[in-house]
């Protein structure tokens, strides 16, 4: 039991169960997150986490905001040097999204089956709506510019979205076949900015 308590330090138990919540979520999954089993993990009493989520639904919401925020500021960072042509900044933008993809499958597939949940915080909502702002941004910049199709937003912008989110959704799943693991990403982008020129 000692050595528990050395993996908390009191500090920011709500940090410290969000961490351990993910960490739970990538190796089995949200079935497996429980209150209890967080507080026993972190060496802290069975009903200190309930000062700050008041049930597991509670805790799943607050994994999806940050999920959410982490992968607003991963976007935004990859226009940082990304060029100043549309080419080049959905480049960045894609890879960035996959790559974030790859790497947290489990907390995105949680992540979008709770930003559709009926109950979803006005937070999550927005905060769900935040990351797509950064893409509708790009492409109406690329309008201005004269590098996108005009038309409407919903138009435009409705087949990049489908694309880059199912491309990622069949990378993550392991549904792509070998040989297009390798060089599938290119050819999504090319697809993509194809389907966007004037």
Same mark, same amino acid.
């Given at each position: ?34 209150? $209890?089993?967080?507080?026993? !993990? ?12 008041? !049930? ?43 790559? %974030?993809?790859? !790497? ?40 201005? $510019? ?14 990049? %979205? ?37």
């Amino acid at each position: 039991m000692h050595t528990r308590h050395r993996r908390y330090h009191h500090g920011d138990l709500r940090s410290a169960l969000l961490t351990r919540a993910e960490e739970t979520l990538r190796e089995k999954g949200p079935a497996a997150l429980s209150l $209890r089993e967080l507080a026993r !993990d972190l060496g802290v009493s069975h009903a200190a986490p309930s000062r700050h989520f008041k !049930d597991k639904q509670a805790l799943l919401d607050a994994l999806a905001l940050t999920g959410f925020e982490r992968l607003t500021t991963v976007l935004a960072a990859s226009q940082d040097g990304a060029g100043e042509t549309f080419a080049k900044q959905v480049d960045a933008m894609v890879r960035a999204y996959v790559g %974030f993809a790859r !790497d947290n499958a489990e907390l995105l597939d949680l992540m979008y089956s709770i930003k559709h949940d009926p109950e979803a915080s006005h937070a999550l909502l927005d905060a769900a709506h935040r990351w797509s702002e950064l893409v509708v941004r790009l492409i109406g910049e690329g309008q201005t $510019r004269g590098e996108v199709q005009e038309g409407p937003m919903e138009r435009v912008g409705l087949p990049v %979205f489908a694309t880059l989110h199912g491309y990622a959704d069949l990378a993550v799943t392991g549904m792509l076949p070998p040989e297009a693991d390798e060089h599938g990403l290119d050819d999504v982008i090319a697809f993509i900015l194809r389907g966007c020129a004037p």
